[in-house]
């Protein structure tokens, strides 16, 4: 599916038809919109974008002697189908995000953890309610994007204002360390110190293409997906090498570093203040021939401190779905997550292709945004829709595709036969 869109004109009815065709195939429509409301179509360029993503990943293989059967489908929608998410229109697939109308525009608030709800009341300056969405809803109508935006990242917590997509690239790169040219990848190192949902993607999708990977994470703040015992074995090949480190431990942080210096490619998550305060960042590390390192953050280089998840990413990327009355919700599940991962596995293929000696920064807002058509970002896109049997059929002059749930991973994204237990 991931070639679907190459060899078709960009405008046209055959093109939309494409378009909605893998839509609706994909699961995505099925988390774009209201519950009980016809799903909504997400922007222009979002399947054109990912296609050429998984194009772009197929001839650096090519060259590279790998063949990458990555299907974005099954990448972007798998946690969705794992949960058995569905779409919310303005709160997000897994409930922890909100678009919120401000004074002067939307923006979207993002509470995944406790902490980020106690710290409330700081950020409205007043005492929260127990409801506090609704409250909060509330006191937005008085204030602007920029100030409740601004206040929320001071205190930690993941904002992002709803704008119009400006990103032509998910990802800016520099240099590193001299170049050194491949003609394979087989048993190249990853070394991954991310967690979540981006990065373990990236080094599964390396991991697919014969790259050794080896999962890093520290002893006293574990990987927050293994609380999802079915989505963390999706990400992670079963027989996969895990080293904990605990970083607050000299010995063992030197030890690390000689790791990170034996490493092709290093991903990670982390802020950088908190990487370098470490001396776990790019220019405390001698790095090998052609090593290429991946910073992923929320905002990249622009704004690299700020904390960003999947969902409030997308928004502040423009990835939203528009409704007829010019409302904006929530398209895909926590979607800047898997469209980054892509965009990182990506850039290391053709960094490799190059010689490597390289510094990948990424942003998740901008991955999204790389990917949209900005000259049509806000237009609700119509088409025809009908619901039969307790299912939304949709089409550009008759509904003939039937808006498919997400399906549940038959592989982990490494490769392998993928079981949920039930």
């Known amino acids: 599916m991931g070639a679907l869109m190459r060899d078709v004109a960009e405008s046209g009815p055959d093109a939309r038809e494409v378009e909605l065709a893998t839509l609706a195939s994909s699961g995505l429509l099925s988390l774009c919109g209201v519950q009980d409301e016809a799903p909504l179509i997400p922007p222009q360029g979002l399947v054109d974008g990912l296609d050429a993503l998984i194009s772009r990943a197929e001839q650096v293989g090519e060259r590279l002697g790998v063949e990458t059967a990555w299907q974005w489908p099954t990448l972007v929608t798998g946690r969705a189908g794992l949960r058995n998410f569905s779409r919310q229109g303005r709160v997000s697939p897994n409930g922890s995000a909100r678009l919120l109308a401000a004074r002067d525009g939307w923006f979207v608030l993002n509470l995944p953890r406790p902490e980020d709800v106690a710290a409330l009341g700081a950020v409205f300056e007043t005492a929260i309610g127990s409801d506090y969405w609704e409250h909060i809803a509330a006191l937005c109508a008085d204030r602007t994007v920029g100030d409740l935006v601004g206040r929320a990242r001071l205190l930690g917590i993941a904002a992002g204002s709803l704008s119009a997509p400006r990103a032509r690239s998910g990802y800016s790169t520099s240099d590193l360390a001299p170049s050194l040219l491949r003609h ?58 895990q080293l904990t480190f605990d970083f607050s431990s000299h010995q063992e942080r030197e030890e690390l570093r000689e790791l990170l210096s034996s490493a092709d490619v290093v991903l990670t998550s982390s802020r950088p203040r908190a990487l370098r305060t470490l ?45 007829d009355r010019g409302s904006p ?85 490494c490769g392998g036969v993928f079981h949920v237990a039930h």
Request: hydrophobic residues 45%.
């Open 329 to 413: 919700g929530f398209c895909g599940d926590a979607i800047a997550d898997p469209i980054s991962g892509i965009t990182a596995a990506v850039a290391v293929l053709e960094s490799m292709i190059e010689g490597g000696g390289v510094h990948v920064q990424l942003s998740l807002a901008a991955s999204c945004a790389a990917l949209l058509n900005p000259t049509s970002w806000r237009e609700h896109r119509r088409v025809a829709q009908r619901f039969a049997q307790g299912s939304w059929f949709v089409g550009v002059n008759e509904p003939t595709y039937q808006v498919a749930t997400p399906s549940l991973p038959t592989e982990r994204v």
């Open 279 to 323: 001396g776990l960042d790019p220019a405390s590390i001698r790095m090998k021939d052609g090593a290429t390192w991946v910073s992923i953050t929320g905002y990249g280089a622009a704004d690299p401190e700020a904390i960003a998840f999947g969902d409030d990413a997308a928004v502040a990327g423009g990835l939203v779905a528009w409704d």
């Open 184 to 241: 394979n990848l087989q048993g190249l190192r990853v070394v991954d110190l991310t967690a979540l949902w981006a990065g373990p993607l990236c080094a599964a999708l390396l991991g697919s293409c014969g790259m050794e990977v080896i999962k890093v994470e520290s002893s006293s703040r574990p990987d927050g997906a293994r609380q999802d015992p079915a989505f963390y074995s999706w990400l992670h090949e079963e027989s996969q090498e």
